[in-house]
């Protein structure tokens, strides 16, 4: 399967973004699929994930209630609705399709990585 991550860039703070990541897979529509980051100097971090249904985890300590993620599984196509953006959000952002048919929040829960999306929110 190939993921393309697609809509980041420069915000300011307190902007929107929204990103999309579309998939190649005959198989999307059952997988469950994530969200992640990486910002300089930092580990890969767990921002979301979702199922086949729609039933979405967060990462309640630094995204939630900010950042929205859904899916249509008629495009093979999720996305990452991000609001009130922080400087601290900056980070390359990855998709990714999990490797079990549950949703989980570690980077080995997922198997297949799209090429990242990078999103700089100035101060």
């Known amino acids: 399967v190939q993921l393309q991550a697609s809509g980041g860039g420069l915000v300011q703070a307190g902007g929107s973004l929204r990103l999309s990541c579309a998939s190649s897979g005959r198989t999307f529509s059952i997988y469950p699929m994530g969200w992640f980051r990486q910002g300089p100097g930092k580990e890969r971090e767990f921002v979301s994930s979702?199922?086949?249904?729609?039933?979405?985890?967060y990462n309640e300590d630094s995204v939630k209630g900010r950042f929205t993620m859904s899916r249509d599984n008629a495009k093979n196509t999720v996305y990452l609705q991000m609001n009130n953006l922080r400087p601290e959000d900056t980070a390359l952002y990855y998709c990714?399709?999990?490797?079990?048919?549950?949703?989980?929040?570690?980077?080995?829960?997922?198997?297949?990585w799209g090429q990242g999306t990078l999103v700089t929110v100035s101060s």
């Open positions: 990714a399709r999990g490797r079990t048919l549950v949703a989980g929040r570690m980077t080995t829960d997922f198997d297949s």
């Open positions: 979702i199922t086949w249904a729609g039933d979405v985890k």
